[in-house]
């Protein structure tokens, strides 16, 4: 992938991001996407959810759109495991997971 390609999907998983993450934020407010606060936590208001998922997201509309096809194929383990990382992270913040548990799947 030549310099300007890395720029471009660069630039077009920012602005992906930046774009999904307000849209992201209402949807786990509405699904009741949030953490809570409590005694061990520093926030004194719910705190939504689900920001990974739009960075997430925005790296790989970026990459499907604008990477070269070649790339993108070499990229498929990594994809599937940030896929899977992912769908962790989201099933923890709705359901809590051990540590140990994401860090099983994290391996």
């Not at 990459?63 to 990229?75: D, H, K, M």
């Amino acid at each position: 992938m030549s310099q300007p390609y890395y720029a471009l999907v660069l630039i077009a998983a920012l602005a992906f991001a930046l774009t999904a993450t307000p849209l992201f934020r209402r949807l786990a407010v509405r699904m009741n996407f949030v953490d809570q606060p409590n005694a061990r936590k520093l926030h004194n208001q719910p705190i939504p959810l689900m920001g990974g998922l739009a960075i997430y997201g925005g790296i790989a509309l970026a990459l499907i759109l604008f990477g070269e096809a070649f790339y993108v194929r070499e990229l498929a383990g990594i994809a599937i495991g940030a896929t899977l990382c992912a769908a962790v992270g989201l099933w923890d913040d709705r359901n809590g997971l051990r540590a140990g548990t994401k860090l099983a799947f994290q391996l």
